[in-house]
């Protein structure tokens, strides 16, 4: 029954948005003169840093008429990003961002472009110096838990051997992260990037998955001891059973306030359901598509992959759509493809989901003030992420 369970889930995440229709906020963005020296593959990260941010009107070399100018260089030999920031001639400010080596620069790039967008006080962009954890499936049975910038530019093998899935920040500070590892029985471990460290946290029959952590250090989790996955809640080092369903309940998600979002087949397909922990009371969510299989939360907001085909030998749409449940707002964010596995940044303003086309993925990124999307291609198939 637990190998069963298992191919279901993994199943969902291995299927792996012109698109979304929401109003910007920056009508008038300031402009800026953009000198960078230094290898190219460096400027494509600053132009895409840029492009993605859409918070300013830059002029890349051309200063004539601009007031504002940023002059960036790199120095291969002491791994040094170096930021002069000048202002009608006069050097304003100097930045320097230095890495052990070459391969890190994405860091550094992100890092600078970020320090710029808070100079000039414009709406946060945490995502760009966020890290990304994902899991690769490089072989049957086996995959590896890796660490990279949004962008994946760059990438860095954190756990191997075997089939190491569902990676997930375990702290704000993005030092340690929970993963799940098939042994015998799915083991879950706290892993520090830094120190290599890994610590063995819990172990059972059936699913085991951490699928939210909230600010309070609560961790929702999918749990199958007796056969049938549940969401359980590990607060205070005691786990508390959210959901009791002769079926299939996983993806718990925190939701506002007192309130647990997650997927279940409880309707015959999987859909998402949201739990009120004072009344007991399961509503479902979103009355649209044939099924929901991926979802995530963000204060009131939520996201989620909704099936809109039935094409039983052909590919299906699958689209992501927007849920405020302040004020019952529905948005769609996508309109074509195959569109999955959404995730917040941490700021809200931004959402991270896989595209599928064909044989091959996307990352796909969509800038939710800015009405923006953009994508990454991907080598291979991600069976799951976290940023």
Known sequence: MKKILLMFFLSIY???????VITK???NKPVICVNFTGPEEINKILHMDFTVLDHFKVNYGDCNNTTTKIDINYDNNSHILKVNYVKNNQTQLIKLYKSRSYAYFPFLVHRAVY??????NMPSAKFLIRKVVYSLLIAPKESNIY???YTLSYKKLLVSGGLNIFPKWADKNQKEIFFTKMEKLPVLYMYNIYTGKMKKILSTQGML???????????????APNGSPDIYLLKNRQLIKITNYQGIDVNGKFWGKDKIAFVSDRYGTPYVFVKNLKTGIVTRVLYHGKNQVGMDTFKNQMVISSRETDNAFGNNTFNLFLVNQNDNSLKRLTFTGQNMFPNFSV?????MFIKRENFFSKIGIIRLNENKVFYYKLPKILQSFDW
Do not use: P, Q
Request: aromatic share 10%; net charge negative; glycine share 6%.
């Open 14 to 20: 291995v299927l792996l948005a012109k698109e979304i």
């Open 115 to 120: 320090d710029i967008n808070e100079y000039f």
């Open 147 to 149: 660490f990279a910038d």
């Open 209 to 223: 998955i951490v699928s939210d952590i909230n600010k309070n250090g609560n961790i929702l989790l999918t749990l």
């Open 347 to 351: 700021d809200g303003n931004s959402i």
């Open 25 to 27: 906020y920056i009508e």
